[in-house]
Each structure stands twice: as C-alpha cells, then as structure tokens.
C-alpha cells in the first residue's frame, strides 16, 4: 500500500484537497459525510498524512453506512469485544477496531447482549453513550458508559432501611430532561426479580429487604446487584476475588483495565448500586474499580444512570 501511495503521490494529493474542496462526499441517496469530518491538514500534507485521511475516509464512511433505526434517536450501535488484540477490540465505541451492529433493527429477544455499546441523543442537545444491559425484544435496558453523578450520598444518614432515596432524588433531577429515553416505573420489594430483593447477604443471596420502594413516572434509576451478577461478576471462589465485565468499571480512577480508563486524582472510584448489604444496616452495595465493594450510605459515589428506549 505504501508503494502505491508513493508511486501516486501527487495524485492521491489531488483526490484529498478535491475531497474537501468540495466539502461533501454522497456516499448514498440519504447518507452525507462532509469535508469537515475528515481532519486532513494541507499545510502538514505527506504521505502518511495522505494515507491518513484516506484511512479515516473509510472508515467513517462504512460506519455511516449503517441502516437507519426506527428510533431516530439512536446515533450508533457498536459490538462490543474487550479481548485485547482482537481484531474487534471496542469497549468504548472510539477504538479504530469498532464494527457497527445493527442489532437494533432485530426485534427477537437479546439480539443486542449485554455490553453492546449504544450512543443515544437524550434530548435535543445531549448524546450520551450507554451498555446495553438487557434487550427485550422491542425495548433496551442501557446503563450510562460513565457517571452521571459524582459525590452523591445514597441516603443522608448511615442507615439502609430507607432506600437509596437521596441518590435517586438527585439522579431524578439530572436526568428530568432526558425527552428521548422512555418514563417508566419500578417497584421493589420481597419477590426475586430483578428488580426485587434490595438486600444482598455475603454470599451474593437475596434473604429479605430492608426497604421497599416504589418510583413511578421517571427517567432513570441505579443497577441493582441482580443485574451485576447476572453479567458475570461472581465471588465464585469466595475470596473476594470478583471481576466484572469492561464496560461496568470503565471509566473510574484507578480502573486497572483499558479503554477509558480515568487517572484523575479528583475522580471517583466507584458508583452506587440500589443494593444494600444484610450483614450491616449502614451499607450499600458499590461498583468499586474492576469488582464490587460496599460503603456506607453517607459517604459520597458516584451513580449511573439506568434507562428505557425503544428499539
């Protein structure tokens, strides 16, 4: 390839400069890409430059390339392969190695599985990138790929039995403008759904609930430990030694892994679950680095905001 691009090097020049001289490449009868979107420089213009913004081209072409969702508000749908090396590499959505899915076009239960990286326009202004968590089918469950909130209390005191009222309250308030993601309601209490036992005993067993709770009419609420099971962080051993899925812990100081990974001594190191800890009244339950951990109620994590959308 480098020989062809030497050998054509004042052609490929041309090709380039008349790509953004014209500004706009039509690649389809609906899909647009601009000269803008490619970030060739002219003054700095050589052969790996060259090669460079042809690369990117492609690129951004075949990813625009994607059909269209029948939710419009879906902007892209990536695989997701945390295995390094892999030639599918993606755990945030920016790795060069992402290949677009079109799972969202596929009504048949999970055919977008857990981790399948959504970047979705909440509302008119605000695009956010999200995990699937759970795909029914016609509606997505999605986690936030990164905090919401951070310094947040999950209730103002050191006790459990309330419920995680005061993160909720301040997850409420960050995400009431969210138009685009659906309002829904949930209900906690003693049964063994998912969205059921609120208390979690040493052994990852639900036994009763210290609260129960009901939220109607909103936006967004928190992952419970259920669900952070379910995705396969076990204590299968039970030394404590728990790893859970990229795509949880991404994004949080300390975060032992890749792709995302914050190193901001003012950032936070973990967000809160709606799970509380049986064997002390004062705990709930928190993503914690690459595993799961508790703090007490008062103290301060982060949240991630969990929410509905259609397919």
């Not at 803008?36 to 625009?64: C, F, P, R």
């Not at 812990?249 to 709606?274: H, Q, V």
Request: negative net charge.
């Amino acid at each position: 390839m480098k020989r062809i691009v030497k050998k054509n090097y004042k052609i490929l020049i041309g090709i380039v400069i008349g790509i953004i001289i014209s500004t706009t490449i039509v690649y389809s009868a609906e899909n647009i890409l601009t000269g803008e979107d490619i970030s060739y420089d002219n003054k700095t213009s050589g052969e790996e430059t060259v090669q460079g913004a042809i690369d990117e081209l492609y690129e951004k072409a075949n990813k625009s390339k994607a059909p269209k969702p029948n939710n419009t508000n879906i902007v892209a749908v990536y695989y997701y392969d945390e295995t390094k090396g892999s030639e599918d590499f993606c755990v945030t959505g920016d790795e060069e190695t992402c290949k677009v899915n079109t799972c969202y076009l596929n009504k048949a239960k999970d055919s977008c599985p857990s981790g399948t990286i959504v970047e979705y326009k909440v509302n008119d202004n605000d695009t956010v990138r999200f995990h699937v968590m759970k795909d029914n089918g016609s509606k997505m469950i999605l986690q936030s790929q990164q905090n919401t909130l951070n310094s947040i209390q999950w209730y103002t005191e050191n006790n459990n039995s309330y419920g995680p009222t005061t993160a909720l309250s301040e997850l409420e308030k960050a995400t009431e403008n969210w138009a685009n993601v659906n309002t829904f309601d949930y209900s906690i209490g003693d049964d063994k759904s998912t969205l059921g036992y609120s208390g979690c005993n040493g052994s990852q067993e639900w036994t009763t609930t210290p609260y129960i709770l009901e939220k109607k009419g909103i936006k967004a609420r928190m992952i419970t430990m259920q669900e952070v099971i379910s995705f396969g962080c076990n204590n299968e051993d039970n030394n404590n030694i728990v790893s859970c899925p990229i795509w949880m812990y991404n994004y949080l100081k300390d975060s032992i892994n890749f792709g995302g990974t914050i190193n901001d001594s003012n950032a936070l190191a973990s967000y809160w679950t709606m799970s509380t800890a049986m064997w002390k009244d004062i705990m709930a339950f928190v993503i914690y680095k690459n595993t799961y951990s508790t703090l007490s109620t008062n103290l301060k994590s982060g949240a991630r905001a969990v929410v509905e959308i259609n397919k």
